[in-house]
Nanobody, 128 residues
Framework: QVQVVESGGGLVQAGGSLTLSCEFP????????MGWFRQSPRKEREFVAA????????YYADWVKGRFTIARDSAKNTVYLQMKTLKPEDTAVYHC?????????????????????WGQGTQVTVSI
């Protein structure tokens, strides 16, 4: 099972920016389809963004609306989530998952995961 380490969270004012990192060890794992998810209290975990192993294909939740950018550096076995124009409703624990997949049902698309095993995540708190 691939272990991941998320970092980069913190406290930021609304309108601010943060860049999260997800490190995963091992050369074989560099080909993984990676995704970011988030979970806030009293809400279910939700898909944020995903990226193919080449870094060319990226996918986002509809509510991201151009505010977030996912990228990867295969040489460093790291996936990033650059977040801009943060809102208080973005407050959550952000996790990455190396078993992510992207699917569409009708006109609605989203990300899922095969393994429900998560790292510690990184807390993002956006103040008013």
């Amino acid at each position: 099972q691939v272990q991941v380490v998320e970092s980069g969270g913190g406290l930021v004012q609304a309108g601010g920016s943060l860049t999260l990192s997800c490190e995963f060890p091992g050369r074989a794992e560099s080909r993984l389809f990676m995704g970011w998810f988030r979970q806030s209290p009293r809400k279910e975990r939700e898909f944020v963004a995903a990226i193919g192993w080449t870094g060319t294909n990226t996918y986002y939740a509809d509510w991201v609306k151009g505010r977030f950018t996912i990228a990867r550096d295969s040489a460093k076995n790291t996936v990033y989530l650059q977040m801009k124009t943060l809102k208080p409703e973005d407050t959550a624990v952000y996790h990455c998952n190396p078993t992510t997949y992207y699917y569409c049902s009708g006109h609605k698309c989203s990300g899922g995961y095969q393994s429900d095993t998560w790292g510690q995540g990184t807390q993002v708190t956006v103040s008013i």
